[in-house]
């Protein structure tokens, strides 16, 4: 039978249709409804878009609430979106239902939160997911394998770059929940891609960070628009992170550079959809290049795959939490000009 499944949430990006449109592919689900949680008013303001259109496109029957949603539809898991520092009250909400969450990333922006997000899982049983697209590029996850596997000897250093374009103040309605500091701007929703790529490589703590942040060319929002990162992990390991979101001109979107004993590779992800990467040992380099796949549908099929019992869960809450709080670290090193210990303290 299949999974049935609601959308929390449509106000702000485009993410949830992308998602809705991923999952509507996939045989193991039936979409069934949503929950607009923002007022339509404020949809057609900030998305261009109104409750009708989503209705229509993705044959959802359209709630007010989450329990409603729920109960009524006999949901087994819901796809969660909006904003990032509401999202801990909604999740603690659909978890008590005794539904199954996915959440776009981040999940929070504070600690208090994401450690809430954490006990609604366990108090309630359910599943709280939190994937980041990146794992699923399957020329990432063949680099992360061939490390694992000892290709490079021990890993000494790390490096992950991400770049995200340039936003621009049409873009972004005046009113847009992005545009609040209590949502954490760019530091905590694009540090993820970098902070997650990070652990999901090294296998060892992170005890100590550092970074600077400045904005040069986005003065309109009162965040980062630039910085550079370390951390340091308990092994020994050093890591270090590129966030570029100021970028007008074709620059990769990803890079991973892994220094081992033996050897390295530098995987680099093109914003044609191309990744490539080299590996260099004693005996030469050799180099890959694919196609990039489309993310988002593979995030979504392994969510019903883990949902199903077919394979573990792809970043769950408790991992997440560590993740957010290295991009907690960074921020606050930022903004004191001085390394944070890890991790931090409740």
């Avoid at 193991?28 to 878009?49: E, I, P, R």
């Avoid at 847009?176 to 990070?198: D, V």
């Avoid at 792809?314 to 606050?332: G, Q, R, S, Y």
């Amino acid at each position: 039978m299949a999974l049935r499944v609601g959308i929390v949430d449509f106000a702000g990006w485009f993410y949830p249709a992308v998602y809705a449109e991923a999952l509507a592919k996939l045989e193991q689900v039936q979409l069934v409804s949503a929950a607009f949680l923002a007022s339509d008013k404020y949809m057609k303001k900030v998305n261009h878009l109104g409750r009708e259109h989503y209705v229509k496109e993705f044959g959802l029957k359209p709630y007010e609430a989450i329990e409603a949603m729920v109960q009524k539809e006999k949901l087994d898991a819901v796809c969660m979106f909006g904003e990032y520092s509401r999202k801990a009250d909604h999740i603690e909400v659909a978890a008590g239902c005794g539904v199954h969450v996915f959440t776009t990333k981040p999940p929070a922006t504070t600690m208090d939160q994401m450690r809430r997000i954490v006990e609604a899982g366990q108090n309630n049983g359910v599943s709280i997911t939190v994937p980041e697209h990146t794992r699923f590029n399957g020329a990432i996850r063949q680099v992360r394998e061939e490390v694992r596997n000892g290709q490079i000897g021990n890993l000494i250093c790390a490096r992950a770059l991400h770049q995200h374009g340039h936003l621009q103040p049409a873009l972004l309605d005046p009113e847009h929940w992005y545009r609040r500091e209590e949502n954490g701007g760019p530091e905590i929703s694009l540090g993820w891609y970098t902070a997650g790529l990070l652990e999901w490589f090294i296998d060892s703590e992170p005890v100590r960070a550092f970074a600077e942040y400045d904005n040069y060319m986005t003065d309109w929002l009162p965040f980062m628009d630039n910085g550079k990162g370390m951390v340091r992990f308990k092994d020994g390991t050093i890591g270090s992170m590129d966030l570029y979101f100021s970028t007008e001109y074709p620059y990769p979107t990803t890079e991973l550079e892994l220094v081992g004993q033996e050897g390295s590779i530098v995987l680099r992800v093109n914003e044609t959809g191309w990744t490539e990467y080299s590996v260099y040992k004693p005996s030469g380099v050799t180099t890959h290049r694919s196609q990039q796949p489309d993310s988002i549908y593979e995030e979504m099929r392994s969510w019903v795959r883990a949902l199903t019992g077919g394979g573990p869960f792809e970043m769950p809450a408790e991992e997440a939490l560590k993740v957010l709080e290295l991009c907690i670290a960074w921020k606050e090193s930022a903004r004191t000009h001085q390394p944070v210990s890890l991790p931090i303290e409740e």
